[in-house]
Every structure is written in structure tokens, then in C-alpha cells.
T-cell receptor, first 112, second 116 residues
Framework: DSGVTQTPKHLITATGQRVTLRCSPR?????VYWYQQSLDQGLQFLIQ???????AKGNILERFSAQQFPDLHSELNLSSLELGDSALYFC???????????FGEGSRLTVL | AQSVTQLGSHVSVSEGALVLLRCNYS??????LFWYVQYPNQGLQLLLK??????LVKGINGFEAEFKKSETSFHLTKPSAHMSDAAEYFC??????????????FGSGTQLTVLP
């Protein structure tokens, strides 16, 4: 158990819809990262928050957004969903000292 | 920019044989390097990490990796494969100079199959 909790584990929705994925980081970790894992793109970094502020941005689409709340949990919002958004979305957290990240079990999104 | 190349998307070994998974990195600064393992339907679990201390790093489950700056490599090895080692393995790199804005860049992964 990494200590990182993600909900929901599975989500099936239709094209054009909007979903929210939730992540609770490990106790004491200020950084939250979102990654997308798909067969064709592999593991892609989307976005990082540190203590409530956006710190780094990767290959995140404009239709996607995220935020980190005062209690440090984070949400990833995916809107106007397309078939190609079907993927496993991972949240990870870390303390930033050695750079290692601790991953949740992921949220599997299927867009039909 | 940093990048990681994992040679061989699929590797098969017999149970008891040596496991060697290759990783080469590209970085303009001395990097931190990591190996993660992903079992089916699970998240990524840290196997080991290199953070500029000893170049030979030992991890969990009998795995180790050696940082070779001259070869820009960080290959993962295990002397004797076990059936439970079957999983996907990811090499990752981060830039220590970025401080709290540091993130991991992953390779494309190597699927390890262990044959009985």
C-alpha cells in the first residue's frame, strides 16, 4: 500500500461528458502529480501541484484541468471527453527531497 | 530536456536465469534515476533509486542497478529470476536542480516474462 488513494477505480462514460478523478496523497506529502498511461503514449506526465499551487505542466490537454485543495487532496477534471481519452490515470505524491514518487492504483477511464 | 530509452519492450527469461533490463538516459545535468515495477491492474512501485550516492544501488526483491555516467546507463539486474518477477518495468529520470518542480520522465517500459 503506497498510501496514495485514488477514486474511482473504474469509470465508464460517453463521449462529450465530463468526469472528475480524485486523489488523496500520502500523509505529509505536499506534491501531487497526475500521469496518464495509455498503450500508444505510455506514461505521460500531465501536471504537478505543490502545496496548492500549480508547479509544473506536462502534456495536459486544454480540456483537462486540475486543482489541489487546502487539505492537499487533488482532483483532475476531464471534459468534452473523446474516445482517445480512455486510459489509466495515476496520481502520485512525493516530498520532493529525493524525487521518488508514490503512486496510487489508478483510475481506469473508458470513454464509449 | 530529459529522456529515457528502454531497449526491448519485451524480455523473456527462464526461471533462475539472469534478468537484465536496459535503460539509457539523456540529461543535461546529473540526474536522479529510478526503476519502478507495475504488476497487472496495480500502480507503480519503486524498486530502487539513484540519487548521486553509491553508483551500485540495491533495491527490493533482489534487484540492483548500476549508474554508469560514461555510458549514460542505469541497467536493472537480478541474478536469478523468479516467476513472481513477471511484470512491467519502467526506468525514470528526474532533474534534481528543479527542486519542488521536479517530476519523473518515464521510459516506455519493458514487459518481463519469466518462463518455467
Amino acid at each position: 500500500d503506497s498510501g496514495v488513494t485514488q477514486t474511482p477505480k473504474h469509470l465508464i462514460t460517453a463521449t462529450g461528458q465530463r468526469v472528475t478523478l480524485r486523489c488523496s496523497p500520502r500523509s505529509g506529502d505536499l506534491s501531487v502529480y497526475w500521469y496518464q498511461q495509455s498503450l500508444d503514449q505510455g506514461l505521460q506526465f500531465l501536471i504537478q501541484y505543490y502545496n496548492g499551487e500549480e508547479r509544473a505542466k506536462g502534456n495536459i490537454l486544454e480540456r483537462f484541468s486540475a486543482q489541489q485543495f487546502p487539505d492537499l487532496h487533488s482532483e483532475l477534471n476531464l471534459s468534452s471527453l473523446e474516445l482517445g481519452d480512455s486510459a489509466l490515470y495515476f496520481c502520485a505524491s512525493g516530498r520532493g527531497d529525493t524525487g521518488e514518487l508514490f503512486f496510487g492504483e489508478g483510475s481506469r477511464l473508458t470513454v464509449l | 530536456a530529459q529522456s529515457v530509452t528502454q531497449l526491448g519492450s519485451h524480455v523473456s527469461v527462464s526461471e533462475g536465469a539472469l534478468v537484465l533490463l536496459r535503460c539509457n538516459y539523456s540529461s543535461s545535468v546529473p540526474p536522479y534515476l529510478f526503476w519502478y515495477v507495475q504488476y497487472p491492474n496495480q500502480g507503480l512501485q519503486l524498486l530502487l533509486k539513484y540519487t548521486s550516492a553509491a553508483t551500485l544501488v540495491k533495491g527490493i526483491n533482489g534487484f540492483e542497478a548500476e549508474f554508469k555516467k560514461s555510458e549514460t546507463s542505469f541497467h536493472l539486474t537480478k541474478p536469478s529470476a523468479h516467476m513472481s518477477d513477471a511484470a512491467e518495468y519502467f526506468c525514470a529520470v528526474s532533474d534534481p536542480s528543479r527542486g519542488s518542480a521536479r517530476q519523473l520522465t518515464f521510459g516506455s517500459g519493458t514487459q518481463l516474462t519469466v518462463l518455467p
